[in-house]
């Protein structure tokens, strides 16, 4: 039986979304600059395509912020609460969310596939025996499932599009 589709949504409910699908992989960064911005030891990311999550009620209040690699995130906030239900990084921009898992009604549904930039996490963050674990990033191509990588490959085009856009 398929968990999905999954909803989440902000504190005050302005915000309701619906996942419809399993996300491409979910990242646990354990980055200074993830920690600064979230408040927190790390940020869990389910990383899906845009047009996978759907925006139940009223859409989000995007914000432009800075980041680490000097190409700057957009966080998606309500614009009511201020809490933050996904980032569209300068990556791929709006073709992918990076969902905050923690605002998912079940967030227990969605581990961390993958911890990165552990170089910088928090010492007393202890990982779990056997995770997947990377100093800094990871090359997608050792890492993510064939389905992962298909799924991808068709949002290139729309990534493309949207750095030549820029």
């Known amino acids: 039986m398929s968990l999905y589709p999954f909803d989440g949504g902000c504190g005050c409910k302005t915000i309701r979304y619906r996942m419809t699908c399993a996300p491409l992989i979910v990242h646990c960064c354990h980055c200074r600059w993830c920690q600064r911005e979230s408040g927190a030891s ?6 899906i395509e845009s047009d996978r999550v759907l925006c139940l009620n009223a859409e989000p209040q995007l914000i432009d912020t800075p980041s680490r690699s000097g190409r700057g ?3 998606a906030r309500c614009p009511h609460c201020k809490v933050a239900v996904w980032s569209h990084y300068a990556g791929s921009g709006p073709v992918t969310r990076f969902v905050r898992v923690g605002t998912l009604d079940n967030p227990d549904a969605l581990p961390p596939d ?5 170089a910088s996490k928090q010492p007393w963050v202890v990982l779990p025996t056997g995770a997947r674990a990377f100093d800094e990033f990871y090359n997608p191509g050792a890492v993510w499932s064939p389905e992962t990588l298909e799924r991808f490959d068709k949002l290139k085009p729309r990534i493309e599009a949207y750095k030549a856009a820029k």
Request: glycine letters at 0%.
């Open 42 to 47: 790390f940020a869990l990311n389910a990383m």
């Open 73 to 75: 995130q957009q966080i």
């Open 114 to 118: 993958v911890h990165i930039f552990t």
